[in-house]
């Protein structure tokens, strides 16, 4: 049985290689190439270790590093849907549902379940782990359009209250990072990369 569970996960490990395709809209820090889902999932698992002691409450920190390394796992096959996107929901789709059975479904059946577990919960946002992980995911895409003067704001002319209404989020799992990325918003309209219309 630990043979066959381990073919299966060295599978799942194969796959999720994919991730490192898939090309997200946000920009690398200070600069003009994309990142990629697997880079994003890095950063916010290394933001989850320096940021949690600012979590509105005691999280598990592991439960919120698989979290952030999985959330997006769904994307090799579902494709990346940029927050602002008019035309398609960012929420959680049928889609998803599909490529999370597939790809975690490559694992040992109670790895499986739990890997799609972490993910349901991290979509569903309700748990304080959930809260704090989709902090780190609005928070990081904020600090790369502040450090690229304005970013995928300007790129795809996307407004202050669109901003504002998408990462206030960041609020429900960290109040003193949601301070940060406010006061970092109200900057961006000072200096002219964000649109307030």
Do not use: C
Request: negative net charge.
């Amino acid at each position: 049985m630990q043979a066959e569970d381990l073919l299966k996960q060295i599978a799942f490990i194969k796959e999720i290689d994919k991730v490192k395709f898939i090309q997200r809209k946000t920009k690398l820090f200070n600069s003009d190439r994309n990142e990629n889902d697997a880079e994003h999932s890095w950063h916010l698992a290394m933001m989850t270790i320096v940021l949690a002691q600012h979590s509105n409450v005691p999280i598990d920190i592991l439960k919120v590093l698989k979290m952030v390394l999985i959330h997006d796992v769904v994307e090799i096959d579902a494709g990346d849907t940029f927050i602002y996107d008019t035309a398609k929901s960012h929420s959680n789709t049928d889609e998803e549902r599909v490529a999370a059975n597939r790809i975690f479904g490559l694992l040992p059946k109670e790895q499986a379940e739990e890997f799609i577990a972490v993910w349901e919960e991290f979509e569903l946002g309700q748990s304080n782990e959930a809260k704090f992980a989709r902090s780190m995911d609005r928070l990081e895409p904020l600090l790369q359009n502040t450090s690229n003067n304005g970013g995928t704001w300007r790129e795809f002319n996307v407004d202050y209250h669109k901003v504002y209404e998408k990462k206030k989020v960041i609020k429900e799992g960290s109040t003193s990072l949601w301070n940060f990325a406010e006061n970092l918003i109200n900057k961006s309209v000072e200096k002219g990369i964000l649109k307030k219309v």
